[in-house]
T-cell receptor, first 117, second 118 residues
Framework: AQKITQTQPGMFVQEKEAVTLDCTYD???????LFWYKQPSSGEMIFLIY??????QNATEGRYSLNFQKARKSANLVISASQLGDSAMYFC??????????????FGKGITLSVRP | DAGVTQSPTHLIKTRGQQVTLRCSPK?????VSWYQQALGQGPQFIFQ???????QRGNFPDRFSGHQFPNYSSELNVNALLLGDSALYLC?????????????????FGDGTRLSIL
């Protein structure tokens, strides 16, 4: 079974509008972390936001926020006030295990976001 | 503050050859992880090195091997290259989190090496 599911094949959003990118996950470990990365066409993976399984509040980082619904096992990324530079692939990833930052990341297949002027 | 650097940027090899990819971690990081990203897919974990030892390994054959040096830099070696090894190879670095189960430290990625097998 897939551990990280990203089913939206491609998303389009008008500049300055908000967009939600979906991510569902599957794990039996009570301690886990969820990450979102952005990958422009250049290939670099840019860290955006983190949500820990024990965090009481949804994570926010500037224009990025995470809609974390633990019971539904979903961790959707919300980008507010989209900019042309937000056009990229977006990956949801999960860290399981007991070694904090150094457990491997399991990635979803990604979502392509295109921002229209 | 130097980020994660990888070399070379691009590489073209033929089937059966061997290749070595290199990675220098972000300043202050001591752990290196390698990922393979096929076209249109998410990255897949290959292995992770800390204190010059392989600590974790993903579902990759023994043709994939690695090394970490005392300065924390790392190499990924792939032997007997197959067409299916064509991919973007990403290196990620982090600081060893020990027993901190709730660490929010992300792994920092390099720009990758794009490997093409002819």
């Amino acid at each position: 079974a897939q551990k990280i599911t990203q089913t939206q094949p491609g998303m389009f959003v008008q500049e300055k509008e908000a967009v939600t990118l979906d991510c569902t996950y599957d794990t039996s470990d009570p301690s886990y972390g969820l990450f979102w990365y952005k990958q422009p066409s250049s290939g670099e993976m840019i860290f955006l936001i983190y949500q820990g399984s024990y965090d009481q509040q949804n994570a926010t980082e500037g224009r990025y926020s995470l809609n974390f619904q633990k019971a539904r096992k979903s961790a959707n990324l919300v980008i507010s006030a989209s900019q042309l530079g937000d056009s990229a692939m977006y990956f949801c990833a999960m860290r399981e295990g007991h070694t904090g930052a150094n457990s491997k990341l399991t990635f979803g297949k990604g979502i392509t976001l295109s921002v229209r002027p | 503050d130097a980020g994660v650097t990888q070399s070379p940027t691009h590489l073209i090899k033929t089937r059966g050859q061997q290749v070595t990819l290199r990675c220098s971690p972000k300043s202050g990081h001591d752990t290196v992880s390698w990922y393979q990203q096929a076209l249109g897919q998410g990255p897949q974990f290959i292995f992770q090195y800390y204190e010059e030892e392989e600590r974790q390994r993903g579902n990759f054959p023994d043709r994939f091997s690695g090394h970490q040096f005392p300065n924390y830099s790392s190499e990924l070696n792939v032997n007997a290259l197959l067409l299916g090894d064509s991919a973007l190879y990403l290196c990620a670095s982090s600081s060893f989190g020990g027993t901190d189960r709730y660490s929010n430290q992300p792994q920092h990625f390099g720009d990758g090496t794009r490997l093409s097998i002819l």
